[in-house]
Nanobody
Framework: VQLQASGGGSVQAGGSLRLYCAASGSIFSIDGMHWYRQGAGRQRELVAS???????TYADSVKGRFTVSRDTARSTVTLQMNNLKPEDSDVYYCAADIPTKVAGLPKWFWGLGTQVTVSS
């Protein structure tokens, strides 16, 4: 599975950006599609996830501001980010997981990051 993310950029606080990720390869095996972010010196953290069945998870810090959606047929996932704050500035990564024969141990795939910068 290959993942290609796009849509990052620079915006002022209160503005919006939309991140887009397209998967290719063994797309029919994908279960969850995710957005993570990571800043310098910090661990990568989950921003939002959406499973094939539509189960959605958000980080507490983005609830009410970010919306994740997925087009399963096209294997794309979108992250709409509204009311952005300077602390949202990070490199954002798209990820996907594929279940394996070992329960609870899916195989993960990562795309290259896209920079989001929010100025105050």
């Amino acid at each position: 599975v290959q993942l290609q993310a796009s849509g990052g950029g620079s915006v002022q606080a209160g503005g919006s950006l939309r991140l887009y990720c397209a998967a290719s390869g063994s797309i029919f095996s994908i279960d969850g599609m995710h957005w993570y972010r990571q800043g310098a010196g910090r661990q990568r953290e989950l921003v939002a996830s959406i499973t094939r069945s539509g189960l959605i998870t958000y980080a507490d810090s983005v609830k009410g501001r970010f919306t994740v959606s997925r087009d399963t047929a096209r294997s794309t996932v979108t992250l709409q980010m509204n009311n952005l704050k300077p602390e949202d500035s990070d490199v954002y990564y798209c990820a996907a997981d594929i279940p394996t024969k070992v329960a609870g141990l899916p195989k993960w795939f990562w795309g290259l990051g896209t920079q989001v910068t929010v100025s105050s």
